[in-house]
Structures are given as structure tokens and as C-alpha cells.
Nanobody, 121 residues
């Protein structure tokens, strides 16, 4: 069992940056790949990016490539989502998830409660 908690969301102007954090507890952090997803009102859950168990592989949705960066700190049992050049269409609730590496939400069993990101134009 893994418990994950997101933080760092908020309101930012277009073109700005935010860094989300996801703290994991429970089983060994290095046992799990970590993923980020988001969901805007009225839309389906969308893959943002993922990082492998040991951090040597990352994968991003096309619309996030070059703007978003995922990293993990094993000493802090935390994964980060650095978001730059934010756009109003990035507004959503962002979720952190833990389990298997990949872009499908079905690969992840453990989910956080989400953190709201709002980008104003």
C-alpha cells in the first residue's frame, strides 16, 4: 500500500511556472513508478507524464513536452512536476499516482486527492 499526497497547486498567470510535489509513504518509494495526470471540468482524465522507478526514464504527453519536467528524490520520497510556460488550457486538477510505469491511468493503483492548478489569461 502506498499513500500519495500532492501539493503546490494554485493560481498563476499565463506564462508563469509552478512546481507540484507528491509525497509518498508506505512501501518502498523506489518500488514504484510515478505518474502525473490531470482532469479539467467536463473532460476525461489526461496523462501528463511519468517517471520510472529509478528515475532513468521519463515520458510526457506531447502537449507537455518541453514545458513540463518530472523528477524524483528518493531521499525525500517525493516526485516533482515542474511546469513552465503555463497556458490557460493547463487549468485542471492534477493527480499524482504510483505503481507501474506508463501513460495509461489503469497502470496505477494508488492515487492522491489532487491539487488544483488554475492558469489565468
Amino acid at each position: 500500500q502506498v499513500h500519495v499526497v500532492e501539493s503546490g497547486g494554485g493560481l498563476v498567470q499565463a506564462g508563469g511556472s509552478l512546481r507540484l510535489s507528491c509525497a509518498a509513504s508506505g512501501r518502498i518509494f523506489s518500488s514504484f513508478a510515478m505518474g502525473w495526470f490531470r482532469q479539467a471540468p467536463g473532460k476525461e482524465r489526461e496523462f501528463v507524464g511519468a517517471i520510472s522507478r529509478n528515475g532513468d526514464s521519463t515520458n510526457y504527453a506531447d502537449s507537455m513536452k518541453g514545458r513540463f519536467t518530472i523528477s524524483r528524490d528518493g531521499a525525500k520520497n517525493t516526485v516533482y512536476l515542474q511546469m513552465n510556460s503555463l497556458k490557460p488550457e493547463d487549468t485542471a486538477v492534477y493527480y499524482c499516482a504510483a505503481d507501474n510505469y506508463g501513460s495509461s491511468w489503469r497502470l496505477y493503483r494508488y492515487w492522491g486527492q489532487g491539487t488544483q492548478v488554475t492558469v489565468s489569461s
